[in-house]
Every structure is written in structure tokens, then in C-alpha cells.
């Protein structure tokens, strides 16, 4: 095919020649050996070029296997350590706008505070969990000082003073190990969620931003199908003093859940012991001393705190509403100067679960001086601490699946739980956004 061509142009160029003139036989083999060298030089390219369209071809061929293994992989699913797969991660966003009108203060507080948490769960096995949370809080609401040890009963944030970022504190970080020889036996250790029972999540003795420190223990079963029992110990460091004793709560609950038909009764009690408070100086994390409403002699407690309580809550249906009434109670034993009770009951109806659902809750409690340790009760009724009585009034409504509307009032006497003080108006109103994923 070659030398077929070659002969073929070299005789077109031959005619072509001898149309323009007449040379001689040694200039036209001349010629003709040029076209010939031109025309092999022309297929070594052509040849060249197939040479490297083959390479890339393979090349090509070879990435898609690589991609296809792949693929078949992935299909078959990258093997990711179990604990990984069992993990999860989970917060929450709360945006608030509270209005304080204190009668003992010349002026209406207005502000929006803010309150971020973020959980990370993980299960390293079948029988033990680990928990890690951050969230916001710490400083003074008003940023005169900052609290470099933040706030035990707040993860709250004050927005306004000058644009000034953000605390973030480790909020959670414990164990809870459930040995699976031991069905319905939980060992927990660090600083943990509060695990105890609330009933209706009462904030009569602690409140619900509260998260002590120590090793707890839990126990729970069920003798029938409607029967359900639960107990729980704990040992929870309040304050360490490296020189001397600390201050310990020690705290102990048991209690039963029955199935009425359609009810649920729950009743039991617990007794809860704080250790070498009397004669302890005062808290100091608000960044001054603060008795928090505690009996003192102006330097250190005056009382001891070892808290008896009995609380109850009663489930069952308002029509095709949940509806639950419940009561807390508690005495402080340890006091000697008496205003050594507090106390709490309420309802709640409804639940925001789904979108367009609601709910709405009251309470009234009534909370003397030494009833129970101040600085770690509810710190919004009364402003905080003791020494309070009045009303709370809260209404919820979800707004989507993950955004919720909720307002909550509280109609307070402040110190009106202790017939020593004088008491007056306190009044509390909070608009929330809260927002979870």
C-alpha cells in the first residue's frame, strides 16, 4: 500500500513537472526521492500519534477498573468501627428575651440572652456510654467580671457588652456503665447529668442547668408489666478544699412507678446530705459572696443541710391530651432555726412534639430560708436563691419539628417565705426561641 502511493505521487508530481518543463532523468529521481522521504517521515507520525492514542486509551481503561473497584466497595460498605456507627451528635440553640421588674430595684431590667449546647454521645461498646457536652455561660450577666469557673445553675448569656465573644465551658463529661451481667444497674462518673427524679422536672431542690460532679448509682426494674421500681446513690463533691474538709452532698432515692389502667402513678422520696456547710464561708462563683437567701452571720452559713423529701406525680389523659399533676416536698432536718420547708405543686397539659402541638404548665411553691441549699435551687423563681413563694405560669408551642415558641412568667414574693424578711412584688416574664437538631 505504501509503494502503491509512493508511485502514484511520485508520478503526479512527474506530470506535473514536465507540464512546467522538460528535466532531466536524474532531477526527476531526485524529486521523486524527496516525496519519498517526505511521505515516510509523514506515516512514522501518523504511526506515532496511534501509538500514543493506544497508550491513553489503556490509561483510561485502567483509572475506570480502579473507579469500578471502588465503586464495589463502597457498595459493599466501608467497614467503620461499631462505636462510630453508634455515635451521635446533638444540641441546642435558645434565644431570650427576659423582662425583671424587682421591686426593691429602681428600674425594669430588659435583656436577650443566648444559650448554646452541643452533646456528643459515643458508645465504645454494648455496655458503656460516654458523654461530652459544651455549652455557653459564665461571666456576670452584666460583664463587670468574668467567672472563670462559670455557672453552675446557668448556661445562659447576656448579649450587649461590646459585641465581646462568648464563653464556652464543658458542661457534661461522665461515663455510664450498664455491665450487661447486671440488667437495669448503671454506674456513672464525672460530671454528669443530675440523677435523681424530678417529678415534671420540679427545680424545687436543684436547678435544671445544675450538673454535680462525683459517681453515682442507678438501679431500675420491673417486677410486672405495670410495676416499674428505681433507685438511686450518689456521692457529689460541692467543693474541694485542699487543706481542709470538703463539702460533700451525699444523697440516696428510691422510688415506684404503677401502671392504673390508663394512669400512671409515680410516688417516692429521698434524703440528701451536704456536708461541712455550717461554718463554710460563702459561695463565691457570681464573682462576689453570695448566701443565696442561706441563714449567715455575714461570713459564713449558720445551718446545716440534710433534706428529707417526698414528691408524687400523677399521669393520665384530659381527653385526648396528656395531663400530668404532681407535688414535691422537702424539709431540711439539719436546720435549727426553723423556715426549714419548701414545697411545690402543679400540672402540666399538653406536649410539644409535633408541629401545631402545645403545651401549658402552672405550679405554686412556696420556699423558706434553709429549706434547701440556695445556691443550687431554681435561679429564676424569686431571682434565685431561698426565702421566695408565688406562681409560675408557662405555655409552649412547636412551631416546626425542630423550632419551638415557649413563654414563662413568674408572679413572686421575694423573700415572702420567710416571715423574718420583709417581701416584695417580684415579677419575671421570658420569651423563648429554642431550636434543636
Known amino acids: 500500500m505504501k509503494t502503491y502511493l509512493t508511485t502514484v505521487l511520485g508520478l503526479a508530481v512527474l506530470c506535473s513537472a514536465g507540464l512546467a518543463a522538460e528535466p532531466s532523468a536524474s532531477h526527476l529521481l531526485q524529486r521523486l526521492e524527496e516525496q519519498n522521504k517526505k511521505m515516510a517521515a509523514l506515516m512514522a507520525r501518523v504511526q506515532e500519534l496511534e501509538a500514543q492514542q493506544d497508550s491513553m486509551r489503556k490509561a483510561i481503561n485502567e ?7 471502588l465503586a464495589g466497595k463502597i457498595g459493599k460498605g466501608v467497614e ?3 462505636w462510630v456507627q453508634k455515635s451521635k451528635i446533638s444540641g441546642d440553640l435558645r434565644y431570650r428575651c427576659e423582662r425583671i421588674d424587682d421591686e426593691s430595684k429602681d428600674d425594669v431590667r430588659i435583656r436577650h440572652r443566648i444559650r448554646a449546647r452541643l452533646q456528643f454521645a459515643f458508645k465504645p461498646c454494648d455496655d458503656l456510654d460516654v458523654y461530652l457536652r459544651l455549652a455557653s455561660g459564665g461571666g456576670n450577666s452584666d460583664g463587670s467580671c468574668v467567672d472563670w469557673e462559670g455557672d453552675p445553675v446557668s448556661s445562659n448569656q447576656t448579649l450587649g457588652h461590646f459585641f465581646t465573644s462568648k464563653h464556652v465551658w464543658l458542661d457534661l463529661a461522665y461515663f455510664d456503665w450498664h455491665p450487661n451481667q447486671m440488667p437495669g444497674f448503671h ?13 415534671q422536672k420540679s427545680q424545687l431542690l436543684w ?3 445544675l450538673n454535680p460532679e462525683g459517681l453515682a448509682f442507678k438501679y431500675g426494674t420491673s417486677p410486672g408489666e405495670t410495676t416499674h421500681l428505681f433507685a438511686s446513690m450518689a456521692g457529689f463533691w460541692v467543693k474541694e478544699n485542699g487543706g481542709g474538709a470538703d463539702n460533700m452532698l451525699y444523697g440516696a432515692q428510691a422510688g415506684v412507678t404503677q401502671e392504673i389502667g390508663a394512669a400512671k402513678l409515680t410516688v417516692g422520696g429521698g434524703y440528701y446530705n451536704y456536708t461541712n456547710i455550717k461554718g463554710s464561708g460563702a459561695y463565691d462563683f457570681e464573682c462576689d459572696d453570695n448566701f443565696f437567701g442561706n441563714s449567715n452571720d455575714g461570713t459564713s452559713f449558720t445551718e446545716d443541710y440534710q433534706i428529707a423529701e417526698a414528691f408524687v406525680e400523677l399521669g393520665l389523659k384530659a381527653g385526648p391530651l396528656p395531663l400530668a399533676i404532681y407535688g414535691d416536698f422537702a424539709k431540711n432536718t439539719g436546720a435549727s432555726g426553723g423556715d426549714d420547708t419548701g414545697w411545690l405543686v402543679g400540672f402540666n397539659v399538653g406536649k410539644c412534639k409535633a408541629p401545631g402541638s402545645w403545651s401549658f404548665g402552672y405550679n405554686y411553691r412556696e420556699v423558706e430560708a434553709d429549706a434547701v441549699l440556695g445556691a443550687f435551687c431554681d435561679s429564676d423563681f424569686g431571682g434565685g436563691g431561698t426565702g421566695h413563694k408565688g406562681h409560675v405560669v408557662s405555655l409552649g408551642y412547636q412551631v416546626t419539628k425542630c423550632l419551638q415558641l415557649g413563654i414563662t412568667c413568674f408572679r413572686n414574693d421575694k423573700h415572702g417565705a420567710n416571715s423574718a424578711k420583709d417581701s416584695v412584688d417580684y415579677t419575671r416574664t421570658q420569651v423563648d426561641l429554642k431550636m434543636k437538631f
Open 63 to 69: 483509572e475506570i477498573g480502579r473507579t469500578d473497584a
Open 80 to 82: 467503620v468501627p461499631s
Open 187 to 199: 454506674i456513672l462518673g464525672g460530671k454528669m447529668k443530675m440523677p435523681f427524679h424530678k417529678p
Open 207 to 209: 436547678d435544671g442547668d
